[in-house]
Every structure is written in C-alpha cells, then in structure tokens.
C-alpha cells in the first residue's frame, strides 16, 4: 500500500517538473481503512469517483506487469448461536450445547461455495465455550463472503438471513449480524477502452502487459460500482499480501511512475 503512495507522489512530481500538471484536473484520494471495509470513506470515495472521468487505484501490481480491471465483491458475516449453560458432567441433558449448534450451521455454510460462480464462503474465525466442564451457551463464527456476479448477493444474503429460522437444536438462539458491503468489480467498455490507453503505453517502454480478475476486494469496487471506469494495480509490482514474506519489487518503482506519467500526459493531450 505504502508503495502505491509512493508512485503517486512521483507521479505528481514528475507532471509537476515537465511543467504538465496544470493542464490536468487530479484528485488524489488517500484512504486509510481500506482493509477494514472502507466504512468511513466509502460514499466520499464513490461521490469523487461520479466526478471523475477515469480511476486509478494504487493497490499493488502483480508480478510480472499484471493490472487488475476485475474484482470478487464481499462482505462479513457474523453467526452468533445461543444455548444454554450446564454442568457438562451432572447436568447434561439441562443444557443446549451452542457449539454444537454453531456447528451444523457451518455445515450449511459451506455448501454456499458455488465453484462454477466463483463464490465462496469461508468460515475464517470460531469462538465458542469457557470450561471444559460446562456447556457452553454462546458460541460464533465470522465468515468472509466473495462473490464475481452481483446477483449472487440476493442469495447469500437472503440464506443468512433465513438461517435463524432453521436452528438444529431446539431451543437453540441464531442471530446473524454483516452484509455484502463491496459490489464486484466488473468491467465495461469504457474500462477497456482505457486499459487499452495504458497497455499501449506500456509497450512504448517494453512493459509486458496483461490484465486478470482476482478475489480480493478494493476501493476499486467502489468506483467501478459508481460507474467510473476503473483500473486496478497501478502500485508497484509486489505479491504475498498479509503475509510474512510480503515483498515489493524495487525496480517496478521506476517503471510504475514513468507509465502513470505517459498515460496522465497521454489523457492530457487526448482531452
């Protein structure tokens, strides 16, 4: 994320020095709770987007010149199951095992991952119990839900919706919290139109170029969602996201910011 920033800032530095930025209308956004939702930024962020002719997000290019011009939509999902504490020894049969419950349901869950819609559901964090010597009577799960196609919301929805109506153990409590908050991100035309801009570009500077669609959700839902056409991965080119050996490619850096700058230069001279 830090080095999506950092072709940014270059970007400007270098249209700022060619005495070419004052020929361009640029709005840069920066965003700091992307990876929590973007609850706080996101109709800020899709009300610029519906100002704006093209969109440009610096989430991380893949590797080996790889762009993003599709995404999953996604969302949270919080299960709660309550039931009914007991001694798990002499009083058994006085209580409503709620992990037990929590359980079933999971199996249910599951069977939402449509692999031929690429959509998925999976159960990524379970809590549940205190003693091993009592019943527990709460127990949750949070579940991360991606979709490729939007009309794949109305159904995940609707099952977590109607899943407290279908508890396996009687007396059992579900209560279901979250949504689909991010739209996919598909792409139209006009977003192909605009790839072709860059690609062409980038073959000026011997940039092999392709695009792909991945799971993983971005401020570019949003903007794509708003109707701005919308390309993905204009950061530095790095993989491993989240993880330990997360990396950046150092020599992305300069190719990244000499791209950006001919395709702005490129969209100056056009409009």
Same mark, same amino acid.
């Given at each position: 994320?830090?080095?999506?920033?950092?072709?940014?800032?270059?970007?400007?530095?270098?249209?700022?020095?060619?005495?070419?930025?004052?020929?361009?209308?640029?709005?840069?956004?920066?965003?700091?709770?992307?990876?929590?939702?973007?609850?706080?930024?996101?109709?800020?962020?899709?009300?610029?987007?519906?100002?704006?002719?093209?969109?440009?997000?610096?989430?991380?290019?893949?590797?080996?010149?790889?762009?993003?011009?599709?995404?999953?939509?996604?969302?949270?999902?919080?299960?709660?199951?309550?039931?009914?504490?007991?001694?798990?020894?002499?009083?058994?049969?006085?209580?409503?095992?709620?992990?037990?419950?929590?359980?079933?349901? $999971?199996?249910?869950?599951?069977?939402?991952?449509?692999?031929?819609?690429?959509?998925?559901?999976?159960?990524?964090?379970?809590?549940?119990?205190?003693?091993?010597?009592?019943?527990?009577?709460?127990?949750?799960?949070?579940?991360?839900?991606?979709?490729?196609?939007?009309?794949?919301?109305?159904? $995940?929805?609707?099952?977590?919706?109607?899943?407290?109506?279908?508890?396996?153990?009687?007396?059992?409590?579900?209560?279901?919290?979250?949504? $689909?908050?991010?739209?996919?991100?598909?792409?139209?035309?006009?977003?192909?139109?605009?790839?072709?801009?860059?690609?062409?570009?980038?073959?000026?500077?011997?940039?092999?170029?392709?695009?792909? %669609?991945?799971?993983?959700? %971005?401020?570019?839902?949003?903007?794509?969602?708003?109707?701005?056409?919308?390309?993905?991965?204009?950061?530095?080119?790095?993989?491993?996201?989240?993880?330990?050996?997360?990396?950046?490619?150092?020599? %992305?850096?300069?190719?990244?910011?000499?791209?950006?700058?001919?395709?702005?230069?490129?969209?100056?001279?056009?409009?």
């Amino acid at each position: 994320m830090k080095g999506g920033l950092l072709v940014v800032l270059h970007v400007l530095e270098t249209l700022k020095h060619e005495g070419f930025l004052d020929s361009l209308s640029v709005c840069v956004a920066f965003n700091g709770d992307e990876e929590t939702g973007s609850n706080a930024s996101k109709e800020w962020i899709m009300s610029t987007a519906k100002k704006s002719r093209r969109t440009f997000v610096f989430e991380p290019c893949r590797p080996g010149y790889r762009f993003v011009l599709q995404r999953k939509g996604g969302g949270w999902f919080h299960v709660i199951a309550k039931g009914q504490e007991a001694h798990a020894g002499a009083d058994p049969e006085k209580g409503i095992n709620a992990v037990v419950e929590l359980a079933h349901q $999971i199996v249910e869950i599951n069977k939402l991952n449509q692999n031929n819609m690429e959509t998925s559901a999976q159960v990524t964090v379970i809590t549940g119990g205190d003693k091993v010597n009592i019943i527990p009577n709460r127990a949750e799960a949070r579940i991360d839900v991606r979709i490729l196609k939007l009309e794949e919301k109305e159904r $995940i929805e609707t099952f977590f919706k109607t899943l407290s109506e279908h508890p396996y153990l009687k007396g059992s409590e579900i209560t279901i919290q979250g949504g $689909i908050n991010r739209p996919p991100m598909e792409p139209g035309d006009a977003t192909h139109k605009l790839w072709e801009l860059i690609r062409s570009t980038g073959k000026k500077i011997d940039l092999p170029m392709e695009w792909i %669609s991945t799971g993983g959700c %971005s401020d570019g839902n949003y903007t794509s969602a708003a109707g701005t056409p919308t390309i993905d991965g204009m950061g530095i080119v790095g993989a491993n996201s989240h993880r330990a050996d997360e990396y950046a490619e150092l020599g %992305s850096i300069d190719n990244m910011v000499l791209l950006v700058a001919q395709v702005c230069r490129a969209i100056g001279e056009k409009d």
